[in-house]
């Protein structure tokens, strides 16, 4: 009872034909096999699935990874500097940095606010003045 040969997978004939090219040759260099990562990157990890599980889970995994981004960038750079804000004072009559005029209010709150800073630095100065 003869059985048929079994017909090889394409790989293992591809490997099969590359032993014997090298064997006939050993002038010929092998290429160096790129190292692979300790981290499973997200690909590997979906093999496992069927092909439309596979895409929205990596949908999800992209998401995440946006995410995290976003995070470690809002951690790098916590504050958001006004630049409507100057250190001096300002005088009624000058005009915002930004060419589009903003009325009375924003003069007013520039003003407020340097009032208020000029209020602190005195207070800290004279605790200061106290305490020597």
Same mark, same amino acid.
Do not use: C
């Given at each position: 009872?003869?059985?048929?040969?079994?017909? !090889?997978?394409?790989?293992? !004939?591809?490997?099969?034909?590359?032993?014997?090219?090298?064997?006939?040759?050993? $002038?010929?260099?092998?290429?160096?096999?790129?190292?692979?990562?300790?981290?499973?990157?997200?690909?590997?990890?979906?093999?496992?699935?069927? =092909?439309?599980?596979?895409?929205?889970?990596?949908?999800?995994?992209?998401?995440?990874?946006?995410?995290?981004?976003?995070? =470690?960038?809002?951690?790098?750079?916590?504050?958001?500097?006004?630049?409507?804000? $100057?250190?001096?004072?300002?005088?009624?009559?000058?005009?915002?940095?930004?060419?589009?005029?903003?009325?009375?209010?924003?003069? =007013?709150?520039?003003? =407020?606010?340097?009032?208020?800073?000029?209020?602190?630095? !005195?207070?800290?100065?004279?605790?200061?003045?106290?305490?020597?």
């Amino acid at each position: 009872m003869n059985r048929g040969k079994q017909q !090889m997978t394409k790989e293992r !004939m591809k490997a099969m034909k590359k032993e014997v090219r090298l064997a006939q040759n050993p $002038n010929l260099e092998t290429k160096e096999k790129p190292l692979k990562s300790d981290t499973a990157s997200i690909d590997l990890m979906l093999k496992k699935y069927p =092909k439309k599980i596979a895409t929205k889970s990596k949908d999800v995994e992209t998401l995440f990874i946006k995410r995290v981004k976003t995070q =470690k960038n809002k951690l790098k750079h916590p504050f958001h500097h006004s630049k409507r804000t $100057n250190a001096g004072e300002v005088e009624s009559g000058s005009p915002p940095s930004m060419p589009h005029r903003e009325g009375e209010r924003w003069v =007013k709150s520039i003003q =407020k606010q340097s009032k208020e800073n000029n209020l602190r630095l !005195m207070k800290n100065l004279s605790k200061q003045g106290r305490k020597r």
